[in-house]
């Protein structure tokens, strides 16, 4: 990996010579003395002048008594990576010190501690990972930290949210964060969203959130329930957006005023529990028309005894679905959510739904379809399939509620 590293090359019979810049694709971009970037596609090595490792010099960090203790836990993401454009180095921000130097407002808000757990993008996260995080972060509150924030890649943050508030109890907050934009950009939310994400970690909250930008102006960010946010956009700065349950609070930016908007769990409210196994052997599938059921039994034969079905509507499949649902739900436990995000399953409207509860499906409520992939792991994971099928419908952290009122902004 040349990344970083001054080179001498050859191209276009001429010699170039300066740092070499990340590229995303096989074009070779060298930031030349002038300033310039350069790329090149066909060229010829000459020397590697020097392998340049950019020490990021950092102050040491000093603690000030009185603050609350808040570890942050890295595991990647734009939010934890930045383009170095004055030495072309690719540097990642994992110690504290590194995070407070670019944030120095974070050492007004609380003393840090950090930690890289991994530094992964989060298309490339796994549950074994949610796990490792799922201990880590028990073990950083029973130590007793004030509260914990992961950061963490947008694009799967709220899997990763979801998980660890089925496997951790926690009196505490737990605050992911991420960015859309990463920390050398002008647009960049980085900042914002960590120090938004400081606010919570230190405030009147115990369960797991999701601290992202509210509006696309550095006004304020949202606290969301870790099990009712979904990323809705691919790119906009408030992509973030709570559904079927309000967000929790709202931060303002910078005066760091928290204003509660919804029902939470407090803090101190639950005892600090961990209960980290999940059965990975179990499948979202959405439904679409024409989808032939075969996809159930591929998945049965496989040895998966959890379906999410991802129906359309109220929860409703073809109705040439319903033989091999109702085989299927003889030894698994097959729960209905809808496509429709908003709102919540009820199948017993239409004859559809009816014959489908009729084979043993269990209604989703207004769980996200993604949620409650993550609950039936949980749930397979700690309980047999009778027992599991009996807690879908339990609202355990927040992840259903008994109506469905809100139905907030759509971007
Ligand atoms: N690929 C995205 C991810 O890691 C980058 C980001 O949004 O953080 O989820």
New binding site residues.
């Given amino acids: 990996m040349l990344e970083g590293k001054r080179v001498r090359i050859k191209a276009k019979d001429r010699i170039f010579e300066g740092l070499v810049m990340p590229s995303a694709t096989d074009t070779l971009v060298i930031k030349l003395d002038s300033g310039y970037n350069v790329g090149f596609k066909d060229y010829e090595l000459l020397e590697v002048i020097e392998d340049e490792k950019v020490v990021v010099e950092s102050p040491e960090l000093e603690r000030k008594a009185g603050l609350p203790e808040i570890k942050i836990i890295s595991t990647?993401?734009?939010?934890?990576s930045k383009v170095d454009y004055k030495t072309g180095a690719v540097t990642s921000q994992f110690s504290a010190e590194e995070i407070v130097s670019e944030v120095p407002e974070l050492a007004e808000l609380c003393n840090i501690d950090a930690e890289l757990l991994y530094n992964?993008?989060?298309?490339?996260?796994k549950p074994a990972y949610w796990i490792e995080l799922a201990r880590g972060v028990y073990k950083t509150l029973k130590k007793g930290y004030d509260g914990v924030i992961v950061t963490?890649?947008?694009?799967?943050?709220s899997y990763t949210a979801s998980a660890l508030a089925f496997m951790l109890s926690t009196p505490k907050p737990v605050v992911f964060v991420?960015?859309?934009r990463?920390s050398d950009r002008p647009s960049s939310d980085a900042a914002m969203n960590l120090i938004c994400a400081a606010q919570a970690a230190t405030a009147d909250l115990g369960e797991v959130a999701v601290v992202m930008h509210a509006t696309t102006n550095d006004d304020f960010c949202y606290i969301h329930r870790g099990v009712k946010v979904r990323?809705l956009h691919t790119s906009r700065r408030d992509a973030f957006q709570s559904v079927n349950y309000p967000p929790l609070g709202k931060v303002e930016y910078p005066s760091g005023k928290i204003t509660w908007m919804a029902e939470r769990f407090k803090r101190g409210e639950r005892g600090l529990e961990l209960r980290d196994k999940l059965e990975e052997k179990v499948v979202l599938i959405k439904f679409f028309p024409g989808l032939r059921p075969d996809v159930l039994e591929y998945y049965h034969q496989e040895g998966y005894r959890g379906f999410v079905i991802e129906g359309t509507g109220l929860g409703h499949v073809s109705t040439d679905w319903v033989d091999t649902v109702k085989r299927v739900c003889e030894d698994s436990v097959v729960v209905m959510t809808s496509q429709c995000l908003w709102g919540r399953v009820c199948d017993r409207v239409y004859d559809t739904g009816r014959y489908l509860l009729k084979a043993g499906v269990v209604e989703g409520e207004d769980m996200l379809p993604e949620v409650a992939l993550v609950k039936l792991m949980w749930l397979l994971g700690n309980y047999d399939v009778d027992e599991a099928r009996r807690k879908v419908g339990e609202n355990l952290v927040g992840e259903m509620t008994p109506t469905t009122g809100y139905c907030g902004k759509v971007l």
């Fill in positions: 990647g993401g734009t939010i934890a992964i993008l989060s298309e490339n996260m963490h890649g947008t694009d799967t943050m991420g960015a859309q990463s990323k």
